[in-house]
């Protein structure tokens, strides 16, 4: 505000004070501070949803799989003790886990579902934050022998509890004259895990280490080493180092490729939203112009009078900037607060929608997750904020030129 003098600043703010027979330039006004304000909030609270979304998947993506993976080409993983105590003495690494992974048919009396079993020793389950932290109470401590560790929406598919038996069939039997037999084996439920991912809890079944050899048929292998390393994003960088380190027999796959369509399609769709959004803030702007241009040509006998008591044309300029630019000031940092306050209380405004209209919002067979996620990016925000203050201000110039270059001899003559 030290740009503008005590005179400049009490005309600017004079002429935002709209008199009765200017009512409809004032509700153009108020309407493109509206508009600026709800582009802005929505550009923050989209985005908040976005990055949420992307963070959420990632950590619970993140809390079940490894960050890289070791595979054999030839599908069986021998020797893995030693690989394993090797890899551990590599720089970057925290924890490596040997796994066993395969599909099954999960039955209990009549229910039946499709599942992944994977076979992990049990000292290795804290390796895995998301299932170690949300598993039922005791189920970490049962889970030996022929216990298995299953996701809680899987359990109620099957009508299963702690304790109760879970028959698991699969595929790759044992070859006979007969054809081949599935090899089919009663387990019992040493409890649930709920990582909040609809994916994994509906579909995922644990087992120890040596009972999945058995029932896998792997003597002395796995299917794959799990790596966990201090830091994803340098993921990989340290799977090129243990490129020299590994037999040729094996491939190393980290989690961004693991998961690079996915993740991939939310970078392009979170991109493209902010293209789409922004508009919203530049239609904004352009009733700012379309408000500012009638104001200068309601105000023009005013913009006389003043020129004619000594105002200079950069006087004029700068009074229509600063009335311009306070709708802008105004709409941007008002669409900040309830961007940021919306998108800091989002999962509560869904559940208040919810109960309200009665329907589910947001429901997680679809998204994947049990809550909506949200998380505010201040580099983000501070971007929407300077680019709303930016195309407010660049949407004064030209309304403001032109009451600067105003003739007063023009103005008053038809006075």
């Known amino acids: 505000m030290i740009l503008f003098n005590p005179f400049e600043r009490m005309v600017a703010f004079r002429y935002l004070r709209a008199r009765r027979q200017e009512g409809f330039v004032s509700v153009i006004a108020i309407f493109s501070l509206l508009g600026i304000a709800l582009g802005v909030a929505t550009l923050i609270i989209v985005m908040s949803v976005m990055n949420g979304f992307r963070a959420e998947l990632l950590g619970r993506i993140l809390g079940i799989n490894g960050h890289m993976a070791i595979f054999s080409n030839t599908g069986e993983l021998t020797g893995f003790d030693a690989m394993a105590q090797r890899l551990k003495n590599e720089k970057g690494i925290v924890a490596v886990v040997p796994q066993i992974e395969g599909q099954v048919m999960a039955t209990n009396h009549s229910r039946a579902s499709g599942a992944l079993v994977r076979g992990i020793r049990a000292q290795d389950l804290p390796a895995l934050p998301s299932v170690a932290s949300h598993a039922s109470p005791g189920a970490l401590a049962n889970f030996k022998d022929d216990e298995v560790l299953m996701g809680v929406r899987l359990a109620q598919k099957l009508g299963l509890r702690q304790g109760d038996e879970v028959t698991l069939i699969s595929p790759q039997g044992n070859a006979t004259p007969f054809g081949t037999v599935p090899r089919i084996k009663t387990y019992h439920l040493a409890g649930t895990f709920d990582v909040?991912?609809?994916?994994?809890?509906?579909?995922?079944?644990?087992?120890?280490?040596?009972?999945?050899?058995?029932?896998?048929?792997?003597?002395?292998?796995?299917?794959?080493?799990?790596?966990?390393?201090?830091?994803?994003?340098?993921?990989?960088?340290?799977?090129?180092n243990l490129i020299g380190i590994l037999p040729q027999t094996t491939r190393i796959v980290d989690w961004q490729q693991q998961n690079s369509s996915f993740f991939t399609a939310i970078q392009v769709e979170r991109n493209v939203m902010f293209l789409i959004l922004t508009l919203i803030i530049l239609v904004a702007a352009f009733n700012i112009i379309s408000s500012m241009i009638m104001m200068v040509k309601d105000k023009g006998h005013d913009i006389a009078i003043l020129r004619t008591m000594g105002a200079t044309r950069g006087m004029i300029l700068r009074i229509f900037v600063l009335t311009g630019a306070s709708i802008g000031i105004i709409g941007t940092f008002g669409g900040f607060a309830l961007g940021v306050a919306f998108a800091t209380n989002i999962e509560t405004i869904r559940q208040f929608i919810q109960r309200l209209a009665g329907v589910n919002v947001f429901d997680p067979t679809i998204y994947f997750l049990s809550q909506m996620p949200s998380k505010v990016d201040p580099m983000e925000v501070t971007l929407v904020v300077v680019m709303g203050l930016g195309l407010s201000l660049l949407a004064t110039i030209y309304p403001s030129w032109r009451a600067a270059r105003l003739d007063p001899v023009e103005a008053l003559r038809y006075e």
Request: hydrophobic fraction near 50%; charge should be negative.
């Open 196 to 240: 909040g991912m609809y994916e994994y809890d509906s579909s995922i079944v644990f087992m120890p280490l040596e009972a999945a050899q058995l029932f896998f048929n792997l003597d002395n292998a796995v299917s794959s080493l799990e790596l966990f390393v201090d830091d994803p994003d340098a993921s990989r960088a340290i799977a090129r």
